[in-house]
């Protein structure tokens, strides 16, 4: 929800449903929901309560203040929005305008309504409005005017049922409140994270639960689509799926938390959404392992503050990323480090893919950025693809199982040597985008993180000096070079803001070399850039200074619990149980 008390965007029953509301992306029309101060509102203060997603947000006026209190309870499988309008002095006059319009604001419902709800229809969507205020319609909206005063509450939900089903149970608004409330005070009151940052933490932790389709375990990179990386730019992604590339920072804070339900429903989608042939894998899948993910463009929508084009779906899924087989060998690795527990039948797809891998390494592909520019041979893809085969020898060496280590260790040291030669620039000392490339890449900073190099080696801090030179001349990280002057890798005009992962990438690489001062000041600004509820996005704008991009953005609060837990002393956790049993596997 906005300070302004409107809720702008809301996809249910799924992260990637057709949008009910879609104002984000062109204005109320598209639809909304307000529930605020009918007239002057004078002051605006929002918070999260204490380790949950409820949220408060106060507004004052002349004439007294209220409290607006929304949450989605756990009850009814996230269909329903809770608002609750309590008063807390004097009296204030407050207006509802609930504009609803069914598949990302194209479809006007049809509406109806009795003394009990409001029913509107469109398709196969319904959404049903509870409440004791009286609303009626006006001008295709739904409306309500209504005065609330001290020690008053009014709640109202909004619920969304397949339109072919019967209408789902009334739901007591507050006490949904409470028992949401209480829900999440339960589930955070068990995170293991005791280190320097642990609210930071626990907050970006809260947000990767809230990511999580709960059916599949799945967790989406984000909620939203199309908000640019470039205020009026052509950078706008749709980011509601889920993405492989986060497996190992999904895990590595996850039982950092100490929550080793949530690293197992992680750990079973991606071995369900992973389940073909090896030259099959993906880089993205949708919240069940969906793989048609069909990227199209929304030519009714004007886009966020004018950026076009609105996109669904996400053409990356087609793409051959060389360095997510990297991500999944690692993922395997860390969960069996974990749990101490070997499974046969994951150990065998994991060989299987190690064979493809073998075969394709040398293969330029469309890197870690999914440009939509031709394919490179991108350093940090074939940096990826010596992960997979160092954790190969690594889980025959230390945990003891059946594999060719000699071979693979031949195959990783020739991915060694030739990326030492052909993605290093000895006359600037830094590694470089690509092979042959002059450009630079953040993600390069992933180098000793990896283990490839140690973060004190003369080539690592090259390439930290040279990032910090060329790539954050703000203090602000960007992904690579665009530009006039640099290649067209990405094939897309015009340029983007720092991207936020790679500024905490940045602070890990300079504490690993030892240069933790520079690190925590860093990390320090970049904490300074969440809103006021402590959310954060995927980049930021240096000019307008502000935060863009999707939001919030899983893979930013991934890299903010890595560098929290880097810098802040985080306690280890004991090793969880359950992890590879029967039922799934972590990796």
């Not at 079973?268 to 899948?285: E, I, K, N």
């Amino acid at each position: 929800m906005g300070r302004d008390g409107s809720i702008d965007w809301l996809c249910l029953p799924r992260f990637d449903s057709g949008a009910s509301f879609a104002a984000l992306l062109g204005g109320e029309r598209f639809g909304r929901w307000l529930l605020a101060p009918k007239g002057e509102v004078v002051g605006v203060n929002r918070r999260y309560r204490d380790g949950t997603l409820v949220l408060e947000t106060d507004f004052a006026t002349a004439s007294g203040a209220v409290r607006v209190v929304d949450c989605m309870p756990l009850k009814g499988h996230g269909r329903t929005v809770v608002r609750a309008v309590e008063g807390l002095s004097g009296e204030v006059e407050m207006r509802m305008e609930l504009v609803i319009r069914f598949d990302y604001g194209a479809t006007i419902p049809w509406v109806q309504s009795d003394e009990e709800e409001m029913l509107a229809v469109a398709g196969p969507d319904a959404l049903y409005l509870r409440t004791e205020v009286e609303v009626h319609g006006e001008q295709l909206r739904t409306v309500a005017d209504f005065t609330v005063r001290e020690g008053e509450d009014i709640p109202f939900t909004l619920t969304w049922n397949p339109s072919h089903q019967e209408a789902p149970d009334a739901m007591d608004g507050l006490w949904a409140i409470r028992h949401t409330e209480r829900w999440w005070r339960e589930w955070s009151g068990t995170c293991a994270f005791t280190g320097e940052y642990a609210d930071e933490v626990l907050r970006s932790l809260i947000v990767l639960k809230a990511l999580t389709y709960r059916p599949t375990g799945g967790i989406v990179a984000a909620p939203t689509t199309s908000l640019p990386e470039a205020i009026g730019g052509e950078r706008n992604w749709d980011y509601r799926y889920c993405w492989l590339r986060d497996a190992v920072l999904t895990l590595d804070a996850l039982m950092l938390g100490g929550f080793s339900q949530e690293a197992l429903a992680f750990g079973g989608w991606v071995l369900r959404a992973t389940a073909s042939h090896p030259s099959q894998t993906q880089v993205l899948y949708g919240v069940a392992g969906e793989r048609r993910l069909h990227e199209y463009e929304l030519d009714h929508l004007p886009g966020y503050e004018g950026s076009k084009p609105v996109r669904v779906g996400n053409a990356a899924a087609d793409q051959f990323q060389l360095d997510v087989f990297g991500e999944l060998l690692d993922a395997a690795y860390r969960g069996r480090d974990l749990t101490g527990q070997l499974a046969a039948s994951g150990w065998e797809r994991q060989i299987a893919l190690l064979d493809y891998l073998e075969e394709v390494w040398r293969e330029p592909d469309e890197g870690i950025w999914e440009v939509r520019g031709p394919r490179r041979q991108f350093t940090h893809s074939k940096v990826m693809a010596w992960v997979g085969f160092d954790r190969a020898v690594k889980t025959v060496e230390n945990q003891g199982a059946p594999g060719d280590a000699d071979r693979w260790r031949r195959v990783r040291d020739e991915i060694h040597e030739q990326v030492c030669e052909e993605g290093y620039d000895a006359e600037r000392n830094t590694f470089t985008q690509y092979y042959g490339s002059k450009d630079l890449d953040a993600a390069t900073l992933l180098i000793p993180a990896v283990g490839f190099l140690p973060p004190d080696d003369a080539r690592v801090i090259g390439t930290i000096d040279a990032i910090q030179s060329e790539l954050a001349a703000d203090g602000w990280v960007r992904r690579y070079s665009t530009g006039e002057g640099t290649d067209d890798v990405d094939g897309l005009r015009g340029e983007e803001g720092a991207f936020l992962p790679c500024s905490f990438w940045l602070a890990d690489a300079l504490a690993m070399a030892g240069r933790r001062d520079e690190a925590r000041d860093l990390f320090e600004r970049l904490l300074g850039l969440t809103n006021d509820v402590g959310l954060i996005s995927e980049e930021y704008d240096t000019e307008r200074g502000r935060l863009i991009g999707n939001f919030p953005q899983a893979f930013t609060h991934l890299a903010l619990i890595n560098t929290a837990s880097l810098l802040g002393g985080a306690k280890s956790m004991s090793r969880p149980t359950g992890l590879d049993g029967p039922h799934g596997h972590v990796v």
